[in-house]
Protein backbone atom coordinates (compact mmCIF):
# COMPACT_ATOMS: atom_id res chain seq x y z
CA UNK A 1 0.00 0.00 0.00
CA UNK A 2 1.26 3.80 -0.59
CA UNK A 3 2.42 5.96 2.39
CA UNK A 4 -0.24 8.41 3.75
CA UNK A 5 2.85 10.78 4.14
CA UNK A 6 6.02 11.27 3.41
CA UNK A 7 9.73 12.54 3.99
CA UNK A 8 10.96 13.88 1.47
CA UNK A 9 15.09 14.73 1.81
CA UNK A 10 16.40 17.90 -0.06
CA UNK A 11 19.11 17.21 -2.25
CA UNK A 12 19.92 20.34 -4.18
CA UNK A 13 22.68 22.37 -2.06
CA UNK A 14 25.00 19.09 -1.70
CA UNK A 15 23.98 16.03 -4.51
CA UNK A 16 23.01 18.76 -6.82
CA UNK A 17 25.68 21.07 -6.51
CA UNK A 18 28.41 18.99 -6.25
CA UNK A 19 29.54 18.08 -9.93
CA UNK A 20 28.39 21.49 -11.43
CA UNK A 21 31.32 21.93 -13.81
CA UNK A 22 32.89 25.19 -14.07
CA UNK A 23 33.09 28.09 -11.68
CA UNK A 24 32.67 27.81 -8.09
CA UNK A 25 29.11 28.22 -7.32
CA UNK A 26 29.31 31.45 -4.66
CA UNK A 27 28.94 30.33 -1.31
CA UNK A 28 26.52 33.43 -0.53
CA UNK A 29 24.53 31.30 -3.82
CA UNK A 30 24.31 27.98 -1.50
CA UNK A 31 22.99 29.94 1.42
CA UNK A 32 20.64 31.56 -0.13
CA UNK A 33 19.53 28.10 -1.74
CA UNK A 34 19.10 26.22 1.05
CA UNK A 35 16.97 29.26 2.82
CA UNK A 36 14.72 29.46 0.05
CA UNK A 37 14.00 25.40 0.34
CA UNK A 38 13.72 25.72 3.86
CA UNK A 39 10.59 28.85 3.05
CA UNK A 40 9.30 26.66 0.79
CA UNK A 41 8.76 24.21 3.54
CA UNK A 42 11.25 21.45 3.43
CA UNK A 43 12.30 20.15 6.40
CA UNK A 44 15.56 17.89 5.61
CA UNK A 45 18.21 19.86 3.79
CA UNK A 46 21.77 18.15 2.64
CA UNK A 47 23.33 21.39 3.31
CA UNK A 48 27.00 20.22 2.41
CA UNK A 49 29.61 17.98 2.39
CA UNK A 50 33.00 17.87 4.18
CA UNK A 51 34.95 15.63 1.97
CA UNK A 52 38.14 16.65 0.40
CA UNK A 53 38.19 19.42 -1.45
CA UNK A 54 40.67 18.18 -4.46
CA UNK A 55 37.83 15.14 -4.85
CA UNK A 56 35.26 17.68 -4.73
CA UNK A 57 36.30 21.45 -5.14
CA UNK A 58 32.37 22.38 -5.71
CA UNK A 59 31.74 21.49 -1.56
CA UNK A 60 35.12 23.22 -0.49
CA UNK A 61 33.32 25.88 1.63
CA UNK A 62 31.18 23.30 3.81
CA UNK A 63 32.08 25.32 7.00
CA UNK A 64 31.12 28.64 5.58
CA UNK A 65 28.10 26.83 4.26
CA UNK A 66 26.62 25.76 6.97
CA UNK A 67 27.95 28.77 9.42
CA UNK A 68 26.13 30.58 7.11
CA UNK A 69 22.59 29.48 7.22
CA UNK A 70 20.06 31.41 8.79
CA UNK A 71 18.77 28.08 10.74
CA UNK A 72 14.90 27.64 10.79
CA UNK A 73 13.09 26.27 13.79
CA UNK A 74 11.91 22.40 12.32
CA UNK A 75 14.40 22.06 9.97
CA UNK A 76 17.38 19.74 10.12
CA UNK A 77 20.41 21.09 7.80
CA UNK A 78 22.83 17.49 7.20
CA UNK A 79 26.26 16.84 5.23
CA UNK A 80 27.97 14.19 4.29
CA UNK A 81 31.16 13.17 6.31
CA UNK A 82 32.98 10.13 5.10
CA UNK A 83 35.88 10.19 7.24
CA UNK A 84 36.61 11.32 11.19
CA UNK A 85 38.25 14.60 9.64
CA UNK A 86 35.00 15.40 7.62
CA UNK A 87 32.77 14.46 10.75
CA UNK A 88 35.36 16.88 12.82
CA UNK A 89 34.72 19.72 10.59
CA UNK A 90 30.85 18.96 10.53
CA UNK A 91 30.81 19.16 14.71
CA UNK A 92 32.79 22.36 14.35
CA UNK A 93 30.14 23.98 12.60
CA UNK A 94 27.24 22.84 14.97
CA UNK A 95 25.95 20.07 12.74
CA UNK A 96 23.14 18.14 14.21
CA UNK A 97 23.11 15.21 11.58
CA UNK A 98 25.39 14.09 9.09
CA UNK A 99 25.92 11.00 6.38
CA UNK A 100 28.13 7.64 5.94
CA UNK A 101 28.34 6.62 2.51
CA UNK A 102 29.58 3.96 0.38
CA UNK A 103 28.28 1.70 -1.67
CA UNK A 104 26.96 -2.02 -2.97
CA UNK A 105 30.20 -1.83 -6.08
CA UNK A 106 33.36 -2.15 -5.12
CA UNK A 107 34.30 -0.88 -8.42
CA UNK A 108 32.33 2.52 -7.23
CA UNK A 109 33.66 2.66 -3.81
CA UNK A 110 37.09 2.71 -5.04
CA UNK A 111 36.67 5.15 -7.53
CA UNK A 112 34.63 7.43 -4.97
CA UNK A 113 36.40 7.25 -1.38
CA UNK A 114 39.55 5.32 -2.49
CA UNK A 115 38.63 2.41 -0.60
CA UNK A 116 37.16 -1.25 -0.71
CA UNK A 117 33.53 -1.86 0.76
CA UNK A 118 34.93 -3.58 3.68
CA UNK A 119 37.40 -0.96 4.22
CA UNK A 120 34.82 1.96 3.94
CA UNK A 121 32.24 0.27 7.03
CA UNK A 122 35.19 -0.67 9.27
CA UNK A 123 36.27 3.61 8.22
CA UNK A 124 32.39 4.42 8.90
CA UNK A 125 32.59 2.79 12.55
CA UNK A 126 34.47 5.60 14.60
CA UNK A 127 32.74 8.11 12.34
CA UNK A 128 29.53 6.99 13.91
CA UNK A 129 30.97 6.14 17.72
CA UNK A 130 32.08 10.14 17.52
CA UNK A 131 28.63 11.33 16.20
CA UNK A 132 26.55 9.69 18.70
CA UNK A 133 28.99 10.61 21.29
CA UNK A 134 28.27 14.28 20.23
CA UNK A 135 24.38 13.40 20.01
CA UNK A 136 24.46 13.62 16.10
CA UNK A 137 22.57 11.49 14.24
CA UNK A 138 24.00 9.49 11.28
CA UNK A 139 22.60 8.67 7.94
CA UNK A 140 23.93 6.00 5.80
CA UNK A 141 24.09 5.68 1.81
CA UNK A 142 24.39 2.55 -0.17
CA UNK A 143 25.45 3.69 -3.80
CA UNK A 144 25.01 1.98 -7.45
CA UNK A 145 21.89 0.15 -5.81
CA UNK A 146 20.64 -0.41 -9.32
CA UNK A 147 23.40 -0.96 -11.23
CA UNK A 148 27.11 0.70 -11.18
CA UNK A 149 28.74 2.77 -13.91
CA UNK A 150 31.76 0.02 -13.62
CA UNK A 151 30.50 -3.28 -12.77
CA UNK A 152 26.66 -3.14 -14.52
CA UNK A 153 24.68 -5.85 -12.96
CA UNK A 154 24.87 -5.63 -9.03
CA UNK A 155 22.67 -8.33 -7.15
CA UNK A 156 19.88 -6.79 -4.25
CA UNK A 157 21.26 -9.11 -2.03
CA UNK A 158 24.16 -6.78 -2.21
CA UNK A 159 22.43 -3.97 -1.31
CA UNK A 160 20.80 -5.84 1.55
CA UNK A 161 24.10 -6.80 2.80
CA UNK A 162 25.40 -3.20 2.71
CA UNK A 163 22.52 -1.62 3.92
CA UNK A 164 22.32 -4.12 7.08
CA UNK A 165 25.73 -3.39 8.14
CA UNK A 166 25.50 0.22 7.96
CA UNK A 167 22.07 -0.22 9.71
CA UNK A 168 23.84 -2.70 12.36
CA UNK A 169 26.30 0.15 13.08
CA UNK A 170 23.80 2.64 14.14
CA UNK A 171 22.67 4.53 11.10
CA UNK A 172 19.01 5.64 12.07
CA UNK A 173 18.14 5.30 7.76
CA UNK A 174 19.84 3.86 4.67
CA UNK A 175 19.33 5.75 1.57
CA UNK A 176 19.72 3.55 -1.38
CA UNK A 177 20.81 5.47 -4.22
CA UNK A 178 20.39 4.41 -7.68
CA UNK A 179 23.54 6.80 -8.75
CA UNK A 180 23.54 6.05 -12.38
CA UNK A 181 20.03 6.11 -12.64
CA UNK A 182 19.74 3.53 -14.95
CA UNK A 183 16.77 1.31 -12.64
CA UNK A 184 13.28 0.12 -13.68
CA UNK A 185 10.05 -0.03 -11.86
CA UNK A 186 10.31 -4.01 -11.30
CA UNK A 187 14.69 -3.76 -10.52
CA UNK A 188 13.96 -1.37 -8.23
CA UNK A 189 10.78 -3.53 -6.69
CA UNK A 190 13.08 -6.38 -6.01
CA UNK A 191 15.71 -4.45 -4.45
CA UNK A 192 13.42 -3.22 -2.14
CA UNK A 193 11.75 -6.67 -1.57
CA UNK A 194 15.38 -8.18 -0.60
CA UNK A 195 16.25 -5.03 1.41
CA UNK A 196 13.64 -4.67 3.41
CA UNK A 197 14.39 -8.15 5.12
CA UNK A 198 17.50 -7.10 6.83
CA UNK A 199 16.45 -3.53 7.35
CA UNK A 200 12.60 -2.10 8.22
CA UNK A 201 11.15 -0.93 5.22
CA UNK A 202 10.22 2.84 7.13
CA UNK A 203 13.87 3.20 7.93
CA UNK A 204 14.66 3.33 3.86
CA UNK A 205 14.97 5.95 1.78
CA UNK A 206 15.10 6.11 -2.18
CA UNK A 207 17.40 8.13 -3.80
CA UNK A 208 16.60 8.02 -7.46
CA UNK A 209 19.06 9.60 -10.27
CA UNK A 210 16.85 10.25 -13.31
CA UNK A 211 19.46 9.55 -15.97
CA UNK A 212 17.04 7.53 -18.08
CA UNK A 213 13.57 8.84 -17.13
CA UNK A 214 13.04 6.38 -14.68
CA UNK A 215 13.08 7.83 -11.74
CA UNK A 216 9.25 8.71 -10.89
CA UNK A 217 8.21 5.09 -11.89
CA UNK A 218 10.90 3.54 -9.96
CA UNK A 219 9.39 5.50 -6.60
CA UNK A 220 5.77 5.43 -7.65
CA UNK A 221 7.31 1.33 -7.35
CA UNK A 222 9.04 0.88 -4.42
CA UNK A 223 6.48 3.99 -2.50
CA UNK A 224 4.03 0.66 -3.44
CA UNK A 225 6.07 -1.54 -1.22
CA UNK A 226 6.08 1.07 1.76
CA UNK A 227 8.67 3.03 1.29
CA UNK A 228 7.87 6.79 2.27
CA UNK A 229 11.24 8.62 2.63
CA UNK A 230 12.00 10.05 -0.42
CA UNK A 231 15.68 12.16 -1.40
CA UNK A 232 15.24 14.63 -4.58
CA UNK A 233 16.66 17.99 -5.76
CA UNK A 234 15.11 20.84 -6.84
CA UNK A 235 15.05 21.60 -10.34
CA UNK A 236 16.74 18.00 -11.09
CA UNK A 237 19.74 19.38 -10.72
CA UNK A 238 23.15 17.52 -10.08
CA UNK A 239 25.17 14.50 -10.91
CA UNK A 240 28.04 12.62 -8.86
CA UNK A 241 31.70 13.02 -10.05
CA UNK A 242 32.55 9.57 -9.85
CA UNK A 243 29.51 8.26 -12.29
CA UNK A 244 30.16 9.57 -15.74
CA UNK A 245 26.94 10.74 -17.54
CA UNK A 246 24.86 10.41 -14.27
CA UNK A 247 22.16 13.18 -14.13
CA UNK A 248 20.16 14.75 -11.15
CA UNK A 249 18.26 13.33 -8.80
CA UNK A 250 14.80 13.13 -9.20
CA UNK A 251 13.14 17.08 -9.20
CA UNK A 252 11.73 17.59 -6.00
CA UNK A 253 9.00 19.53 -8.25
CA UNK A 254 8.20 16.26 -9.74
CA UNK A 255 7.97 14.46 -6.37
CA UNK A 256 5.70 17.19 -5.03
CA UNK A 257 3.08 16.76 -7.86
CA UNK A 258 2.96 13.05 -7.94
CA UNK A 259 2.37 13.46 -3.93
CA UNK A 260 -0.35 15.55 -4.69
CA UNK A 261 -1.83 13.46 -7.27
CA UNK A 262 -1.88 10.47 -4.76
CA UNK A 263 -3.14 12.43 -1.80
CA UNK A 264 -0.10 12.23 -0.02
CA UNK A 265 1.21 14.60 2.28
CA UNK A 266 4.34 16.57 2.32
CA UNK A 267 3.86 19.61 4.13
CA UNK A 268 5.66 21.63 1.33
CA UNK A 269 4.68 24.64 -0.92
CA UNK A 270 5.04 23.04 -4.68
CA UNK A 271 4.73 26.18 -6.02
CA UNK A 272 7.83 27.75 -3.49
CA UNK A 273 9.80 25.31 -5.06
CA UNK A 274 9.19 25.49 -8.46
CA UNK A 275 10.28 29.46 -8.09
CA UNK A 276 13.12 28.05 -6.03
CA UNK A 277 14.39 25.79 -9.10
CA UNK A 278 13.75 28.79 -11.49
CA UNK A 279 16.02 31.09 -9.04
CA UNK A 280 18.62 28.66 -8.82
CA UNK A 281 19.15 27.45 -12.88
CA UNK A 282 18.67 31.11 -13.57
CA UNK A 283 21.93 31.37 -11.36
CA UNK A 284 23.50 28.55 -13.21
CA UNK A 285 22.35 30.10 -16.65
CA UNK A 286 20.20 27.17 -17.73
CA UNK A 287 16.30 26.11 -17.06
CA UNK A 288 14.72 23.34 -14.54
CA UNK A 289 15.14 19.96 -15.56
CA UNK A 290 11.92 19.43 -14.02
CA UNK A 291 8.90 18.73 -16.03
CA UNK A 292 6.53 19.69 -13.77
CA UNK A 293 8.03 23.42 -13.22
CA UNK A 294 8.09 23.61 -16.95
CA UNK A 295 5.03 23.01 -17.19
CA UNK A 296 3.82 25.57 -14.31
CA UNK A 297 6.15 28.08 -14.77
CA UNK A 298 7.81 30.62 -12.35
CA UNK A 299 5.37 32.89 -10.14
P1 LIG B 1 41.98 9.74 0.43
O1 LIG B 1 42.86 10.45 -0.53
O2 LIG B 1 42.04 8.24 0.47
O3 LIG B 1 42.14 10.31 1.91
O4 LIG B 1 40.49 10.17 0.13
P2 LIG B 1 43.35 10.45 2.88
O5 LIG B 1 42.81 10.17 4.23
O6 LIG B 1 44.50 9.66 2.37
O7 LIG B 1 43.68 12.01 2.77
C1 LIG B 1 44.20 12.59 1.60
C2 LIG B 1 44.09 14.10 1.70
O8 LIG B 1 42.72 14.49 1.78
C3 LIG B 1 44.78 14.70 2.95
O9 LIG B 1 45.22 16.01 2.60
C4 LIG B 1 43.63 14.82 3.91
O10 LIG B 1 43.84 15.80 4.89
C5 LIG B 1 42.50 15.23 3.00
P3 LIG B 1 46.73 16.30 2.14
O11 LIG B 1 47.55 15.83 3.31
O12 LIG B 1 46.97 15.51 0.88
O13 LIG B 1 46.74 17.78 1.91
N1 LIG B 1 41.19 14.85 3.52
C6 LIG B 1 40.16 15.69 3.73
N2 LIG B 1 40.01 17.00 3.50
C7 LIG B 1 38.84 17.54 3.81
N3 LIG B 1 37.79 16.85 4.31
C8 LIG B 1 37.90 15.54 4.55
C9 LIG B 1 39.13 14.92 4.25
N4 LIG B 1 39.54 13.65 4.36
C10 LIG B 1 40.81 13.62 3.92
N5 LIG B 1 36.86 14.86 5.05
C11 LIG B 1 38.27 10.65 0.86
C12 LIG B 1 39.41 9.66 0.88
C13 LIG B 1 37.04 9.96 1.40
C14 LIG B 1 38.61 11.86 1.75
C15 LIG B 1 38.05 11.13 -0.59
O14 LIG B 1 37.95 10.01 -1.42
C16 LIG B 1 36.85 11.99 -0.76
O15 LIG B 1 36.79 13.11 -0.28
N6 LIG B 1 35.82 11.49 -1.47
C17 LIG B 1 34.60 12.23 -1.62
C18 LIG B 1 33.84 11.71 -2.75
C19 LIG B 1 32.50 12.40 -2.85
O16 LIG B 1 32.22 13.36 -2.16
N7 LIG B 1 31.66 11.90 -3.75
C20 LIG B 1 30.36 12.44 -3.96
C21 LIG B 1 29.44 12.16 -2.84
S1 LIG B 1 28.79 10.49 -2.87
C22 LIG B 1 27.44 10.57 -3.93
O17 LIG B 1 27.26 11.54 -4.61
C23 LIG B 1 26.45 9.43 -3.94
C24 LIG B 1 25.18 9.74 -3.16
O18 LIG B 1 24.54 10.89 -3.67
C25 LIG B 1 24.24 8.56 -3.22
C26 LIG B 1 23.99 8.07 -4.66
O19 LIG B 1 23.59 8.85 -5.53
O20 LIG B 1 24.22 6.87 -4.84
C27 LIG B 1 25.48 9.98 -1.68
MG1 LIG C 1 23.23 10.89 -5.44
Partial sequence: ALPTSIKLFEMAPRDGLQNEPGTLVPTATKIELIERLANAGIRHIEAASFVSPKWVPQMGDADEVMRGIQRQHGVVYSALTPNLKGLEGALEAGIEEVA????????????????????????????????????????????????????????????????????????????????????????????????????????????????????????????????????????????????????????TEDVLYLAEGLGIETGINLQAVIDTGYWITQQLGRKPSAKVALARGCS
Avoid: W
Avoid at 149 to 169: D, Q, R, S
Avoid at 213 to 236: F, H, K, P, Q, R
Fill in 100 to 251: VFGAASEAFSQKNINCSIAESLARFEPVLARAHEAGVRVRGYVSCVLGCPYEGYIAPEKVAEVAKALFEMGCYEISLGDTVGVGTPLAAKRMIEATRQQVPIEKLAAHFHDTYGMAIANLYAVMEEGVSVIDAATAGLGGCPYAKGASGNVA
